[in-house]
């Protein structure tokens, strides 16, 4: 299977190629003159793509990792660009992974914690109204969740120890109290926040092709104190995750690709 992780930042980036790096190197299926890890690759956009190396029948043996920027609109910005190249080059990826570090809802995700998203959702695309927070599906435009597939799901959380929940997607990171509170209410069983996965899986959605989320907490959603949170932690976990991902991949068969996204309409 032929993956694409995408990040948010270069540190998230590198913790991910770190576990595919030290997996590949103790991996005698390597091609004797690949590069013994993840090489950059420039694409279109400023975009530097980290490939894996290749085995002797040419394959990569790891996913490809890209640091697209911070936010939803560069995830997909960022996502679409290498798929396109890809398929333009004739390799097309099969499945996309949204990956890096997140704030927790307590106390289900705790610091450390490794979530894997069962749903992807856009935490604030819609309308605010006098009653409250309309969704964006409410007002006949697109979609607010996307949802992978549950054998993947599965798969990863068993491979990584990690927990199967939703991952909401924020423009705007929480910081207070009420604002974790109104998020979980709107969503029940809310695991993680960040910032990229709803981008991420509106991009592999164009492509048809299957999406994940996996994220490691690096802070507790909430009233925002920097001195509480734990980045290196959540980064090393993130390593530790990611060490587990291929072998997770292997026993699943090919995920069904993501349907097209629906054409937008506007309601009266």
């Known amino acids: 299977m032929r993956a694409l992780v995408v990040t948010a930042v270069a540190a998230e980036r590198d913790a991910v190629c ?14 004797e003159d690949a590069p013994g890890g993840h ?8 975009y530097v793509l980290h490939r894996a190396p290749t085995g002797p029948d040419g394959a990569p043996v790891a996913p490809d990792v890209l640091a697209a920027g911070v936010g939803p609109a560069a995830a997909a910005a960022g996502t679409a660009t290498a798929l396109t190249a890809a398929a333009l080059a004739g390799a097309p990826y099969d499945l996309v992974v949204s990956a890096g570090i997140g704030g927790g809802f307590a106390p289900a995700a705790p610091l450390g914690a490794v979530v894997v998203a069962d ?5 604030d695309l819609g309308a605010e109204t006098p009653d409250g927070f309309v969704p964006v599906t409410e007002l006949g435009f697109g979609t607010a ?18 927990t199967a929940g939703p991952v909401v997607t924020v423009s705007t990171v929480t910081g207070s109290a009420a604002r974790a509170a109104e998020l979980a209410a709107r969503h029940p069983g809310v695991l993680v926040e960040a910032m990229e996965g709803f981008g991420v899986a509106e991009a592999a959605a164009a492509h048809g092709l299957p999406v994940l989320e996996l994220r490691t907490v690096s802070n507790a959603v909430g ?14 976990a993130l390593t530790g995750a990611f060490r587990t991902f291929p072998g997770a991949l292997a026993g699943v068969p090919a995920a069904a690709p993501a349907p097209p996204p629906p054409t937008p309409r506007r309601t009266s």
């Open 223 to 236: 009233p925002r104190d920097r001195a509480a949170w734990r980045i290196g932690p959540a980064l090393a």
């Open 39 to 46: 090489r950059p690759a420039a694409l279109a956009g400023g």
């Open 145 to 162: 969740v996307h949802r992978p597939d549950p054998a993947l799901v599965a798969a990863v959380a068993a491979a990584t120890g990690g």
């Open 119 to 123: 749903a992807i959702v856009a935490a």
């Open 18 to 31: 770190a576990a595919l790096d030290a997996e590949n190197a103790e991996d005698a299926e390597v091609a």
